[in-house]
């Protein structure tokens, strides 16, 4: 593995050491959220309109379904929500 990195990883690694441990929080959860958002864009594009809840459980299952213990939590869910 090279450990020579390019200007723009250097300049992006530089102003996060830069950045208080609370603007590290805030920034990572505001990339969370967007990939939240992103999922949820692409369920609806693949099944079509849905209620909050039901989306909620799927964007979840999409994010947290390779772990089977919570795949199985998120699923029954869905059976609620959906049944």
Known sequence: MSTVSS???LAYQNR?????PAER???SAAMFQWT????ARQLT???GEMSD???KWK???RLY???PQVRKMIEDKLADVSG
């Open 45 to 47: 594009k693949e099944f």
């Open 7 to 9: 200007p723009i990883e």
């Open 65 to 67: 379904g390779n772990e």
């Open 59 to 61: 964007v979840a299952l």
């Open 25 to 27: 929080l805030a920034r």
């Open 16 to 20: 996060l050491d830069s950045m208080a």
């Open 36 to 39: 939240r958002d992103q999922i």
């Open 53 to 55: 809840e039901l989306l």
